[in-house]
């Protein structure tokens, strides 16, 4: 089933960004609720923007009001079209919609740079000269007040030309930047003379080569979200201590059209993995990974690749929830919620990754027939499928033990099994290499024993599945396990780098893995439960007719319960 995008979920239970805005439509501050997600498009998104997704866009739609998708693209050095263009996609993919209201930070830069010369006029903002080492030894630290540049008292006429002179290219990169003047003692670092605007000679993606000084953020961010009318800035806890700034702009602009509330909270951190967008950059330029949309990675594009339903990533996102407090989001809540999801809607079939040939000496050569099997076992909706059943068998190696552990209940010497949907068999006889590695397992059916037919009563311990020799499919499977070996690999253990901790194991590809003829027509995106070994996505690049090629979305179970019980407190 192809991973298309589906509604919003419905509304999840009340947090407290949720009661400041039903406080503020209470009381008659508000209209209609106005919000934003706000993404630098210089890389892909990942599961913490999912939440802000989550949240900003189901706010706006459970209180009927409106949430646009803005692209803050205020940094052409670093940003690329590709960026805009994936992020739109997953945000889409999502299940999210912006109508009309899809706009750019770049939209407003005329806007934005009078308000940069209003500043100036109001005596509020000063070019500074000073080169990027001097600027940081004037800005002192967090313990000693800054000290104001010799640059500060410049008249407001000579900032006006000067600033003038920055926009029309005459100063070289880094010549000149438009400073807020403030209060260069003040105890919060943000406030102390922030940069506004900085001269940068680079090709927009958008607006070619019509600008060569750029808004910082924290000057463009607060003005689209005042020409956009947002109500509620919600943002992750790291920009807490910018919202003094954030309200600074908005006191000294008061022609703005609306003045929105910045509200913080606490980002998705989760477990096993990295979420910072520079790591992630890193491990992609690096080829560690494939790709920014490499399964392994806590992309939405990656997610999306590895086969997480857009629904579940919704369901996470909401069982989260919104707090103030950071904590660490164990990998198992995640699956589980994929799991959840799959197990519904995903159809079943047989696959056999480790394959290892059963031959039932007493079947007739060259017979056929075709056994029914059920496509999910609770919605008979579903239909059901011919599965081919011959004399040569695949079954998975782990089935078949010839010296077996105690309660081993599957295929041994001597011993019975039932194969899904099909007979009891028996083993007779083991066939070995020169090496003596097991290549071969002769065994008799009881053809009396065919599922649906009397015979059929006959109880054995093990059941195991497997696949016609003459008409299974050959494919590849990768099966992915965590990306890093601790559950915090960006913390600066024992001060190393969290390149250090990456798992060699994150990726195992198993080629000769033999399926159903079932899933020779599989689409790309496609979801299937192979039974008893997980759910399995056809890879949205890689998988095409001949070549099919599946990830492993997720086990059957929980496998991540013992990694996160072993790991130390804090680790």
Known sequence: MADEATPAAPAPGRDFIRQIVADDLAAGRHRVIVTRFPPEPNGFLHVGHAKSICLNFGVAAETGGQCYLRLDDTNPLKEDQAYVDAIIDCVRWLGFDWGERLTHASDYFERIHDCAVQLIEAGKAYVDSLDADRMREYRGTLTEPGRDSPFRSRSVAENLELFAGMRAGRYADGEHVLRAKIDMASPNINLRDPVLYRIRRATHQRTGDAWCIYPMYDFAHVISDALEGITHSLCTLEFEDHRPLYDWILDQLPGLPARPRQIEF???????????????????????????????????????????????????????????????????????????????????????????????????????????????????????????????????????????????????????????????????????????????????????????????????????????????????????????????????????????????????TLTGCRLEPALATAAAGSTWQFERLGYFVADREDHAPGRPVFNRVVTLRDSWARLEEAAPPGA
Not at 335 to 340: G, K
Not at 431 to 440: I, N, P, Q, S, W
């Open 266 to 508: 606490s980002r998705l951190n989760l477990a096993f993995t990295v979420t910072s967008k520079r790591k992630l950059a890193e491990l992609v330029d690096r080829r560690i990974v494939a790709g920014w949309d490499d399964p392994r990675l806590p992309t939405i594009a990656g997610m999306r690749r590895r086969g997480y339903p857009p629904a579940a990533l919704r369901d996470f996102c909401q069982r989260v929830g919104i707090t103030k407090k950071e904590h660490l989001i164990q990998m198992s809540l995640l699956e589980n919620c994929v799991r959840e999801d799959l197990n519904t809607t995903a159809p079943r079939a047989a696959a056999v990754l480790r394959p290892l040939k059963v031959v039932l000496t007493n079947y007739p050569e060259g017979q056929v027939e075709h056994l029914t099997a059920a496509n999910h076992p609770d919605r008979p909706e579903l239909g059901e499928r011919a599965v081919p059943f011959g004399r040569e068998l695949w079954i998975e190696q782990d089935d078949f033990a010839e010296v077996p552990p105690p309660k081993f209940h599957r295929l041994k010497p001597g011993g019975e099994v039932r194969l899904r949907y099909g007979y009891i068999i028996k083993c007779e006889r083991v066939v070995k290499d020169a090496d003596g590695h097991v290549t071969e397992v002769h065994c008799t059916y009881d053809p009396e024993t065919r599922s649906g037919l009397p015979g059929a009563d006959r109880k054995v311990k093990g059941t195991i599945h497997w696949v016609s020799a003459a008409h299974a499919v050959t494919a590849d499977v990768r099966l992915y396990d965590r990306l890093f070996t601790v559950p915090r690999p960006d913390a600066g253990t024992d001060g190393r780098e969290y390149r250090e901790f990456l798992n060699p194991a994150s990726l195992e």
